[in-house]
């Protein structure tokens, strides 16, 4: 039986997401965006609304919901604003889900009850600043020295490392070479604060201005043993399965900016009169709206099939990666044409559609970029 109707449960989740993301986000998220400011107090709020906590089990101050109910609440944030909706996605399916998923039951019980309240946030340290599609090509190593990881090498690009609820980063390392001669990666957890940990400044970005990313540097960084999050050599594996799952976010992340897209053409195509009528009576302007939401209906279709078969846990890896990459190019199609039926004040920073075309570009490329998306897809088909 096919049945994409959400629950009841997850309906009235999806509505509390859309009113607090249209009455707390919308009316102030203008002025971080400009000021390229991270809004603590929103992203406390988002905490206290439990949006970190979604897919955990209440045993670790979880919501006990699913990775599908992360996802929509996602959609709804992005439809208004993608800084706080990558701020959400990074702490929950980067930052906190290594440490669910691999982690000891010593280290759940330190870290995922503050995590899940927002009152901590986690990073995942992958990128480095030599190359991100290669993720294999780890030049950062750690060595074991009387009970500790020695860390040195540095991140690029490293979503909520530097903000003031940020508490640890999860990073990839090379500890060692395997039997095969190839590289050993590991993956281990360092608190804020460390020494030998520095947190860069946070760059000046095209778009997502209101969320925190920085380069980060490790110098002799010294941590217990203990941290290191599943097996010794596995890190690697584990980040791409992280990643895998991530990407049915991004798509949910992508298909919330392709509808705010729709929303505010639809609002605008009313309001704005040119040649004594409405815009919207114009076909050219109805035809660009029909396709808006054409592709964004079509697009959330691929992150609930992907969803579906996580959750049913069948293998998912080819429809993450096509929701990923089909949903992450609606975003970008409908941000120019949202921006095209605004005329010149979409070119403006008061209207959001401005903040939509300048936040579509990364979803092309966090995660896995388009062209590995294909390179995931064609070899889960057999081809090459
Ligand atoms: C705002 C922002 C936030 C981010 N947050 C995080 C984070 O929290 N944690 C983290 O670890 N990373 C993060 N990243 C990094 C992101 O995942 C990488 O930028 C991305 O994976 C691409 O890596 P790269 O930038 O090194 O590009 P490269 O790997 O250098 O790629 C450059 C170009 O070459 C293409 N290319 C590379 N190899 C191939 C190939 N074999 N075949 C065809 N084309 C190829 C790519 O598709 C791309 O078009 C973030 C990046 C940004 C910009």
């Not at 009576?281 to 969803?307: H, K, P």
């Amino acid at each position: 039986m096919l049945d994409y109707r959400l629950s009841d449960e997850t309906e009235a989740l999806r509505t509390t997401v859309r009113e607090f993301a249209r009455e707390v986000i919308a009316p102030q998220i203008g002025e971080f965006y400009e000021r390229d400011e991270f809004p603590t107090e929103i992203v406390r709020q988002m905490g206290e609304l439990g949006l970190f906590g979604l897919p955990f089990p209440e045993e670790y101050g979880g919501a006990g919901g699913t990775y599908f109910d992360l996802c929509v609440a996602l959609e709804e944030l992005a439809r208004v604003d993608s800084s706080m909706a990558i701020t959400v996605e990074a702490g929950v399916s980067l930052g906190a889900m290594p440490i669910y998923r691999f982690g000891t039951e010593e280290q759940k019980r330190e870290w995922l009850p503050r995590l899940c309240t927002g009152e901590a946030l986690g990073a995942f340290g992958l990128t480095e600043p030599g190359g991100g599609s290669d993720a294999g090509a780890t030049r950062t190593t750690a060595r074991l020295e009387d009970g500790h990881w020695v860390i040195n090498g540095s991140k690029a690009f490293i979503t909520n490392s530097g903000t003031d609820l940020t508490s640890l980063v999860t990073v990839t390392a090379v500890t060692g070479t395997k039997p095969d001669g190839k590289k050993e990666i590991s993956a281990i957890i360092v608190p804020s604060g460390t020494p030998g940990f520095t947190v860069g400044q946070r760059y000046s970005k095209v778009g997502w201005n209101a969320s925190d990313t920085r380069e980060l540097s490790f110098d002799d960084c010294r941590v217990p043993e203990e941290n290191q999050v599943g097996e010794r050599g596995r890190g690697y594996a584990q980040f791409l399965s992280i990643l895998d799952e991530g990407r049915i976010a991004i798509s949910a992340l992508s298909v919330g900016l392709a509808q705010g897209c729709v929303d505010e053409s639809v609002k605008y195509a009313a309001q704005r009169e040119a040649f004594g009528q409405p815009i919207g009576r114009n076909q050219a302007v109805q035809f660009m709206i029909a396709d808006m939401e054409v592709r964004a209906s079509t697009a959330r279709l691929a992150y609930y099939r992907a969803a579906e078969k996580m959750l049913r846990g069948e293998p998912f890896k080819r429809e993450a990666s096509i929701a990923k990459l089909y949903s992450s190019e609606v975003a970008m199609d409908n941000a120019r044409y949202a921006t095209q039926v605004h005329g010149g004040y979409g070119f403006m920073n008061e209207f959001p559609v401005g903040r939509f075309y300048r936040d579509a570009k990364i979803l092309e490329i966090g995660e896995g970029t388009s062209e590995v998306q294909r390179m995931l897809i064609a070899r889960d088909l057999g081809v090459g």
